[in-house]
């Protein structure tokens, strides 16, 4: 199994809503990220979990926050989002962060904030 | 500065047709290099791996180039497909502290017309 499961696929949320985005993969990778991606650039880094500690937070804003369950889930809780966090938002799995692997990344979601 | 800079931005060619696509990194201390395609609205999947010793590496129409010594890749396409269509990101890692980093390109958008 090869496969990093996100869900939902697509989202929309108001500004004062809650919600999560929620992340799965089962092929034993102890290094988890999510990562922000607006149209048209590349993703961009928000976090990395390694060995199911926050290792990584690139300044993210608080209303994101994520969480790792156990080391085969990933979990990122939206609060008081406002528009410009309407991105798609990317989950991907690797080894470990002290190996050069490849990065699996699920499918996505499309997250739209009005 | 670590940075990854891919040209050209878009690029459209006829099917059937070859094309070639650019990475510049200035990534230190460089781990590996990746090719990965990004369907629109997915996530990206990887292509290929270069490793410092590696120049050439092929992958069924794909074939990737490394020059380590210009920190220069290249990602050349033969007999594209319209199912070739997608954004192309070079990935480069570095070991920081016992981490790897994965550092993104601004990719390129092909565009494969009938």
């Known amino acids: 199994d090869t496969e990093v499961t996100q869900t939902p696929k697509h989202l929309v949320m108001g500004m004062t809503n809650k919600k999560s985005l929620k992340c799965e993969q089962h092929m034993g990778h102890r290094a988890m990220y999510w990562y922000k991606q607006k149209a048209k650039k590349p993703p961009e880094l928000m976090f990395v979990y390694s060995y199911e500690k926050l290792s990584i937070n690139e300044s993210v804003p608080s209303r994101f926050s994520p969480e790792c369950p156990n080391s085969s889930l990933l979990n990122l809780h939206l609060h008081a989002l406002q528009p410009e966090d309407s991105a798609l938002y990317l989950c991907?799995?690797?080894?470990?962060?002290?190996?050069?692997?490849?990065?699996?990344f699920g499918e996505g979601s499309r997250l739209t904030v009005l | 500065k670590n940075q990854v800079e891919q040209s050209p931005q878009s690029l459209i060619i006829l099917e059937g047709k070859n094309c070639t696509l650019q990475c510049n990194y200035t990534v230190s201390p460089f781990s590996n290099l990746r090719w990965y395609k990004q369907d629109t609205g997915r996530g990206p999947v990887s292509l290929t791996i270069m490793t410092f010793s590696e120049n050439t590496k092929s992958n069924g129409r794909y074939t990737a180039t490394l020059d380590a010594d210009t920190k220069q890749s290249s990602l050349h396409i033969t007999a594209s497909q319209l199912s070739d269509s997608a954004s192309y990101i070079c990935?480069?890692?570095?070991?920081?502290?016992?981490?790897?980093?994965?550092?993104f390109g601004t990719g390129t958008r092909l565009k494969v017309l009938a």
């Open positions: 991907a799995s690797s080894p470990e962060t002290g190996v050069a692997g490849e990065l699996f």
């Open positions: 990935v480069v890692s570095r070991a920081t502290s016992g981490t790897y980093k994965y550092i």
